[in-house]
């Protein structure tokens, strides 16, 4: 099979941002996912996120496990540092990548077989420990490689493309993400570019663990009549806890909105959020909140979108291991060994 390669040229007048870049340049390779793949839309977000973000391509590691999702890698950021791990280990590699290069913007893509089954251990973990990324699960039900089985995110009670019905019990990434500590908590839609951009654009950000489950229906497999992650039922279930109008360099204003207000929470970068409230009963910035209202619209079987938590002052590994500021793989051998009397302080220390 052929696939066309993107023409290098660029049209003189696409718009450029404060670093010179047009959108084009955030693009990677030609998808080889089928038509109409929810994931191609997520790469499509994430390439419009860090464009508006005006971040710089080659400061980003984008690092992904096995599955469909975890090729779409290779269709956004064609210049930043890229890394396709083992299935499921995709959280400890980037969590070592993370602490020997701080400065790098992580970028951890998986799927809900890659996270939620062989992976489910290494998810967890990255998510208590803090470690400061974008972490993307692009979930659709399924195993998309292996002809269409349910994967351990599928809902009991959902029907397969031939006729079968799943009678496990479903993992919620989602609320695990909540339990474990995780400091930003969303979900999206594929077909919602509106509301993921922004989603997108606030865990990149965040000064913590941010974790997004993109509801991303498989059209070859899970797209039918029976699927709760078909595009229809989806469309028809969304509940939208809030939106993100845009994230700004301002002074915050603390407040407590009402529903359809606007709540401004200021992020470790100096940035402020704004979040419009669509639900009176939703406060993004109550863990527990979030975690009753997401399993009181899962009981009468709708979805809830939208940033779900977020915990506006948020720290990471880094801050917890007091490690210095300077990234890890720049020291150089005099700073890791300092020498004889500085270890027979550290040993005195340790009697």
Known sequence: ?????????????????????????????????????????????????????DIEPHR???????????????????????????????????????????????????????????????????MRRAVRMVYIVENN??????????SATADRGSRSKRGAVN???????VGIALQLGATYVARGFSGDKAQLVPLIEGAIRHG?????????PCVAFNNHAGSTRSYDHVREHN????????IDL?????????????LELPQ??????????????????????????VQALQAVGEIATGLLYIEPQASDLHAALGTTRQALNSLTEADLCPGAQTLAGINDGLR
């Not at 890394?83 to 998986?110: I, K, Q």
């Not at 913590?208 to 991303?216: L, N, Q």
């Not at 959020?273 to 979030?290: C, E, F, I, Q, S």
Request: one cysteine or more.
């Open 208 to 216: 913590g663990a941010a974790f997004i489950d993109v509801v991303s």
């Open 167 to 173: 009678a496990d019990a479903g993992i919620d990434l």
């Open 141 to 150: 039900g399924v195993y998309g490689l292996t002809k269409g089985q349910f």
């Open 60 to 126: 980003v590691a984008k690092l992904s496990g096995i599955g469909c999702s975890s090729k779409t890698p290779d269709y956004f950021l064609g210049a930043s540092h890229g890394f396709n791990t083992v299935h499921g280990r995709m959280p400890s590699v980037l969590t070592g990548a993370n602490l020997a290069n701080r400065d790098l913007l992580y970028l951890g893509v998986s799927g809900d077989g890659d996270s939620a089954s062989i992976g489910f251990g290494q998810f967890a973990h990255a």
């Open 250 to 262: 301002a002074a915050p204003i603390s407040a407590a909105p009402a529903a359809g207000e606007v």
């Open 239 to 246: 509940e939208a806890v809030n939106r993100i109008d845009f």
């Open 268 to 293: 470790p970068d100096g940035s402020v959020m704004r979040l419009r409230k669509l639900h009176a009963d939703h406060d993004p910035t109550d863990r527990r909140v979030a975690m009753n209202h």
């Open 1 to 53: 099979m052929t696939y066309l390669a993107k023409p290098r040229l660029h049209h003189p007048s696409l718009p450029r941002n404060a670093v010179g870049h047009t959108r084009r340049d955030y693009e990677g390779k030609v998808s080889t996912l089928c038509a109409g793949c929810g994931h191609d839309a997520i790469s499509a977000a994430i390439v419009q996120a860090c464009w508006q973000l």
